[in-house]
């Protein structure tokens, strides 16, 4: 099942990353998606934080440092967090500050990325 709910995030992750424009990204889709695999078991069904999970929370944060990064980074965490089913928001929500990461931006599959600096 999590094979499954992966290659459904990196399809539409992928299809995100077509979609919309991204004017001098130097972050990927990619990189987005494998940064936050490892915490998708914790925002589907709680528990304690995988240690790789706040690596690539802290990893992916360190990378996107220009206004395009961090909205190329939004978009893919929004489409991705739309495709997997059984996402606890609250959970996804609060996981950057648990992992000691500031984000200028709420993880929600409604959030305007376009707004994101």
């Known amino acids: 099942m999590a094979k499954v709910a992966l290659l459904v995030v990196v399809c539409m992750a992928a299809v995100a990353v077509m979609l ?22 914790y925002v589907t069904k709680g528990g304690a934080i995988p240690a790789p999970c706040c690596s690539g929370i802290k990893s992916l ?20 967090v739309g495709s997997i089913s059984g996402i606890n928001f ?16 709420k993880i929600s599959p409604s959030i305007d990325c376009s707004t994101v600096q």
């Open 20 to 41: 919309t424009p991204q004017a001098d990204a130097a972050i990927s889709c990619g990189q987005v998606v494998s940064s936050l695999t490892p915490c998708i078991s």
């Open 61 to 80: 944060n360190n990378q996107a440092t220009s206004t395009p990064d961090r909205q190329t980074a939004c978009n893919c965490i929004k489409s991705a």
């Open 90 to 105: 609250g959970l996804a929500s609060s996981l950057p500050g648990k992992c000691g990461v500031n984000l200028p931006y």
